[in-house]
């Protein structure tokens, strides 16, 4: 080994350990930021923000079905009592009575200060008496029972008020004292965690503690038949986490044993083969660091395209070992180096665009594969000839290569059958131009129809909520924050009070602000004169007002309380809801108010612009977190054919620039063009759903298609391929096929995307370009 040789080897090796140190230190991820802008704006911040830490994204929403109703209820009661002890759960509710007790103490004890009723108006004469006659009404209905024990300190009934807003929105049915689904065929519970949705370990541990303890409430109650059904984001989450790691193993692995056994039956050497992995372990590795060192976190979906980087990275290593028997190692960089170095550019400039995407998932993918790749190319060049010796080459490469020319020779014949083909795809594609793209983000989602029907099915028997529509205010501090909610709050109000939406939340309602509270207690007249109004207001009245001495003790205590803080609502439930809705940020406070439809309303929808016009002036903005989703996926489409072109367009300048031809640069790109028209064709005629990663594979194949397309350029020119030059080729563009193809087996649609595209692209692109470049006669 040459002195130069060494010092490419060392610097190898020091290049490599440091990668490994960096690898153990990087941080790898399966959360929903692979899907989430980078740069998003207000509107799109606050789904970031829910998808990531609101309270739906905690929710996990339980269904125990099989056995007796009495045996569902009684394994309800024992899992939530085993939930409710643990300090990782936040919230454990299946509808049982004493879980609302604690609200309803502390809602009792300072409803004079959250009641939105309570203002001078309610406690005049008039007031009274209306406040009085509407609570004794109260008590001749089904719902009296409940509040007839608080009548004497509250008959102006704050408490139902208070009470009516910890059970607005559609309530899940009772069977039994806990919740059931409609069918009454499963028991019901709905489960907050402490921690975010985006932390998944913290998901998945709740997710494993539920199932340990309704295993142990089963045996509890003697219901062994018991089964569990568990749904929501952080479940997704998890599951979602679990398939990426399964498949980034298998779909790894497969693509190795397959790439292997080919190149073991061409090497028929193993030391070759192990040299072969020299280059791919290189690419891999830095590719891996470089990600996590720029992104910080790199996503589980990206190591997953790892497994096509494989296919790719291995080329460079097959022509030279193929290549380079005959010639020795300084002819082969003479001869070919330079063609292979082009194709290596035009890959870059193909995995480069995407570089410049505010889809993080898509930015990822294309530092991760250009970083593969060129680190492939280069350890190649300079490292593996010095590593691989003189001599240790392929030794019957001519022989094996041989085998292919006829087909080649050949290949002339499918002109014309596959000008047929691609007219025909262009033509399928005109006229389905109007449908050729999925219209949602969701088909990017893991998420299969079953899990999504299920999601649907719990959530709509426990009303759980969705939080769709919602207004969202801003401002520095919580006491602002506040007060901007409350504002927003009464323009909202009046679209509840003329039927157009169903209701909304607001931590206001169970945190007032400072100024709300002041005003309430300043609603509160002196005892002494609360007293008179009183006798006066129920004279006649099916009550006295010497019954109500309590109200008037509580009154007297409302007027010298101190108001209510944050910290007064730990430990009564309410701090969940608050903490929820009510968020500081680095800028300052966000207050989520969730909206819910009106409950005739079709398709479970509201009305946007009557919303939009109440909240005019509110310092409220409306979100229609769909409505975001769609923009983005728009968003994401639109870039994504703006990027597809741009990467075309450097490849088609590089390529420009190296041939010096037109004629030379039509004969390399139009095969690739042909081969991405019947591969996109096809794969829409079949039923895909064709999504932005599509788009993404249709630039790919052009880039790992050129690195074909230009070896038989060469024919053009009038050189004739010898055979080792042809098996390279046809091992190469063979890998390539496997590396992606295997991906067209993942259930994971981004992966799926790009294999089903890019694999079959790759193949038809070696084939449209040998069609192209051979002669016209079999054998000239």
Do not use: C
């Not at 045996?71 to 009592?81: V, Y």
């Not at 010095?386 to 085998?403: E, I, N, T, Y």
């Not at 028997?461 to 205010?473: F, I, N, Q």
């Amino acid at each position: 080994m040459t002195r130069g040789a060494l010092r490419a080897l060392l610097v190898w090796l020091a290049a490599m350990a440091l990668g490994l140190v960096l690898l153990f230190n990087t941080r790898f991820s399966a959360d929903v930021s692979f899907f989430l802008p980078s740069r998003p704006t207000a509107e799109q911040q606050v789904m970031v923000d829910q998808l990531r830490e609101g309270a739906v994204s905690r929710l996990l929403m339980i269904a125990i079905a099989g056995g007796d109703a009495g045996q569902r209820a009684d394994a309800s009661r024992a899992l939530r009592a085993a939930l409710a002890s643990d300090d990782s759960l936040a919230s454990v509710q299946n509808g049982e009575a004493g879980a609302l007790e604690t609200a309803r103490d502390f809602l009792l004890a300072h409803r004079y200060l959250l009641s939105g009723a309570v203002t001078p108006e309610r406690f005049s004469v008039e007031g009274l008496r209306s406040a009085v006659n509407n609570s004794v009404d109260l008590l001749s209905s089904s719902a009296g029972l409940l509040f007839k024990p608080y009548l004497a300190r509250d008959p102006t009934g704050e408490l139902v008020e208070l009470l009516s807003g910890l059970n607005a929105g559609v309530q899940p049915n009772e069977l039994d004292g806990v919740w059931a689904s409609r069918d009454g065929e499963r028991a019901l519970l709905l489960v907050q965690t402490r921690a975010l949705g985006s932390d998944t370990d913290a998901q998945a541990a709740a997710i494993a503690l539920v199932r340990e303890r309704f295993a142990q409430a089963t045996q509890q109650v003697g219901a062994q038949g018991l089964t569990l059904e568990l749904s929501g984001p952080g479940m997704f989450a998890v599951q979602a986490r679990a398939t990426i790691q399964e498949e980034v193993m298998r779909l790894s692995l497969l693509s190795a044993v397959g790439i292997a056994l080919l190149l073991g039956f061409v090497y028929r050497r193993a030391r070759l083969l192990l040299l072969t992995l020299v280059p791919v372990l290189s690419g891999t590795l830095a590719a891996i660091v470089v990600v996590g060192l720029v992104h910080g976190t790199v996503f589980g979906i990206t190591v997953g395209f790892g497994a096509a980087l494989i296919g790719e990275a291995v080329d460079y290593a097959i022509y030279y070992f193929v290549q380079s028997g005959r010639l020795g190692v300084s002819s082969w960089r003479e001869r070919y180096w330079p063609t292979v170095r082009l194709g290596v550019l035009t890959s870059l400039f193909g995995f480069g665009a995407l570089l410049f995407s505010g889809f993080p998932g898509l930015a990822q993918l294309g530092l991760y594969a250009l970083t593969g790749v060129f680190i492939a190319a280069l350890v190649t060049r300079y490292l593996l000839p010095a590593l691989a010796g003189p001599g240790v080459h392929l030794a019957d490469g001519a022989r094996q290569g041989r085998v292919l020319r006829p087909l080649v020779a050949r290949a002339g014949l499918l002109r014309w059958p596959l000008v047929a083909l691609v007219l025909v795809a262009a033509v399928y594609l005109f006229q389905q131009r109007h449908d050729l793209l999925y219209p949602n983000l969701s088909a990017l989602s893991t998420v299969s129809q079953a899990e999504g029907e299920r999601d649907a099915r719990l959530r709509a028997d426990l009303g759980a909520p969705d939080a769709r529509y919602m207004a969202v205010v801003t401002a520095p501090g919580r006491e602002a924050a506040l007060q901007a909610a409350e504002r927003a709050g009464a323009a909202l109000r009046r679209l509840v009070d003329e039927g157009l939406i169903g209701g909304f939340d607001s931590p206001a309602r169970f945190l007032p602000s400072e100024a709300a509270q002041n005003a309430r207690r300043a609603s509160l007249p002196p005892p002494d004169e609360l007293a008179v109004r009183l006798r006066e207001a129920l004279v006649d009245a099916p009550i006295s007002a010497e019954r109500l001495q309590p109200f008037l003790d509580d009154v007297r205590a409302a007027r010298a309380s101190a108001n209510l803080t944050r910290a007064d609502l730990d430990g009564t439930g309410l701090d969940l809801v608050v903490d929820a809705l009510l968020q500081q940020r680095p800028a300052g406070w966000s207050v989520l108010l969730p909206l819910r439809p009106a409950p005739d309303a079709v398709g479970a929808d509201i009305p946007v612009d009557a919303v939009r016009a109440a909240l005019a002036g509110s310092g409220a903005i409306f979100i229609d977190l769909k409505g975001e989703f769609d923009a983005l996926y728009g968003e994401y489409i639109q870039e994504a054919i703006q990027l597809s072109a741009a990467g075309f367009v450097a490849i088609v300048v590089a390529l420009a620039v190296a041939l010096r031809s037109a004629r030379r640069l039509v004969g390399v790109v139009l095969p690739l063009l042909m081969a991405v028209l019947v591969v996109v064709a096809g794969l829409h005629a079949s039923g895909e759903r064709l999504h932005l990663l599509h788009l993404v594979g249709m630039l790919l194949t052009v880039a790992v298609g050129s690195n074909y397309a230009l070896f038989f350029d060469r024919v053009g020119r009038g050189e004739t391929l010898d055979d080792e030059t042809l098996l390279s080729i046809g091992v190469a563009s063979t890998t390539t096929a496997i590396g992606f193809g295997v991906l067209a087996w993942s259930s994971v649609p981004v992966l799926h995307a790009i294999g089903v595209t890019v694999g079959p692209g790759a193949l038809l692109a070696l084939l449209l370009s040998a069609a192209f470049a051979a002669p016209r006669k079999a054998g000239a």
